[in-house]
């Protein structure tokens, strides 16, 4: 047999597979093959294997594979391969592996050391995410595609950082030359808390932080241009951000979660928050808005409250009380500062012409104020109208007595 199909024997659970006897002449294992089985303890590979496919072995976050003799002539190991496995101690690949798929040894705690082999051309997304306990790699020398330094993992070229591992504690000092952090190169590296970051950086990838649950602060150079998505996604301890002179995007989920942020201030040069960039930041009291910022996406400083998300660890009330939104600033998105139950105050600047539909629910609002200069829109009896009158936005809530509306009146918005 050279091929074990497709879910050959998905999910036999603990009552199921214990041990598997390959034969000679296997030369691939398919997706999903054995994936599910948590009674697996031990693998020994054929020496004819060439490949593992995506999910192979997986067990989330519960396997009990200790033990694992991969062959010599191995040379892909898919996504997900061996996901929650219980590998001990160090990890070393046989020299002819090329790939290791994308989040291919994720969850496996038990790792303490990973040796990439020389033959390693591609390392998928994430291939290690929640490895916490690996505190060092290694690199088989003659690779030609990865380059180590301080067991931090680069391109050959020293050009982009890939990964740290997960149980790195001492600081990081990444090297002048360096241009970007990668996609989830710190992700869950839990301990760390001090970077020191290369004048020549200019891009940080997506998750490139994101749970560092022990990070207390971060500045982000003026070389930089870009930060990915979810850069510092539920950083729960982050206390101080300041972000450089280069960035002109705060990119969406970017710093989502980050429950002990108190202040933030969003410099000139930044133009654009993109949705649910600061949502759940819900220790935030203070937030300054300065010149130059054009938009303000969907959900962008949405307060999840214990109510309305019970799994997300952030306090019961909000603390931000009043904002004043810069005369640059043109659009805001919908649910955009929406149960920030705290905000009673808000300033309207000139150059406000769109405002999306619950822009501003179940915030306590008792005060409504816009620049005069805006001939966008118009306020009259705490109610918000385009210039001209035609359409109702939004309103104070809880508004008393009789109320007159404009003649002018055609729409009223949700």
């Given amino acids: 047999m050279k091929k074990i199909g497709d879910y050959a024997c998905y999910y036999h659970n603990d009552g199921g597979i214990a041990t598997i006897d ?20 031990t693998l020994k590979f054929p020496s004819s294997l060439k490949k593992i496919g995506n999910n192979a072995f997986s067990c989330y976050t519960e396997g009990n594979i200790q033990s694992v003799t991969f062959n010599e002539g191995l040379k892909i190991i898919g996504d997900y391969a061996f996901t929650g496995a219980y590998f001990k101690d160090t990890l070393t690949l046989p020299t002819t592996v090329t790939t290791i798929g994308a989040y291919c040894f994720a969850n496996c705690t038990a790792i303490t050391k990973f040796v990439f082999p020389k033959s390693l051309t591609s390392l998928g997304s994430n291939a290690f995410a929640g490895a916490t306990g690996i505190l060092s790699i290694d690199l088989d020398e003659g690779n030609t595609t990865f380059a180590l330094k301080d067991d931090i993992l680069y391109t050959k070229d020293m050009k982009t950082v890939v990964m740290c591992p997960s149980g790195r504690t ?6 002048e030359g360096t241009t970007k952090i990668g996609d989830y190169a710190f992700y869950m590296v839990d301990e760390c808390q001090k970077y020191t970051l290369p004048s020549t950086l200019t891009a940080i990838g997506h998750d490139a932080f994101a749970l560092c649950y022990g990070l207390r602060s971060f500045t982000i150079p003026d070389s930089v241009l870009t930060i990915g998505s979810n850069c510092f996604d539920r950083d729960e301890k982050m206390a101080s951000i300041v972000f450089g002179k280069g960035i002109k995007t705060i990119p969406e989920y970017a710093f989502a979660e980050c429950s002990s942020l108190t202040a933030i201030e969003i410099p000139s040069n930044i133009e654009h928050i993109e949705k649910e960039a600061f949502s759940g930041c819900s220790s935030l009291s203070s937030l300054t808005f300065n010149e130059g910022l054009k938009d303000i996406g969907d959900g962008a400083f949405y307060f999840y409250n214990s109510s309305s998300d019970e799994d997300v660890s952030v306090g019961t009330k909000a603390k931000l009380t009043s904002l004043v939104l810069p005369d640059s600033l043109t659009t805001l998105g919908k649910n955009c500062f929406a149960s920030q139950d705290a905000l009673t105050d808000v300033t309207f600047g000139s150059g406000l012409t769109n405002i999306g539909v619950s822009a501003f629910a ?53």
């Fill in 170 to 175: 001492e600081p990081v000092i990444i090297p």
């Fill in 22 to 41: 390959f034969n000679e002449g296997l030369e691939e294992i398919g997706d999903y093959a054995f994936a599910s089985n948590i009674a697996l303890t």
């Fill in 362 to 414: 179940d915030c306590p609002l008792t005060s409504l104020s816009l620049s005069a200069s805006n001939k966008k829109l118009s306020v009259e009896n705490n109610i918000l109208y385009d210039y001209s009158k035609t359409k109702a936005i939004f309103s104070l809530p809880n508004l008393q007595g009789s109320l007159n509306l404009p003649s002018t009146l055609t729409e009223i918005e949700p």
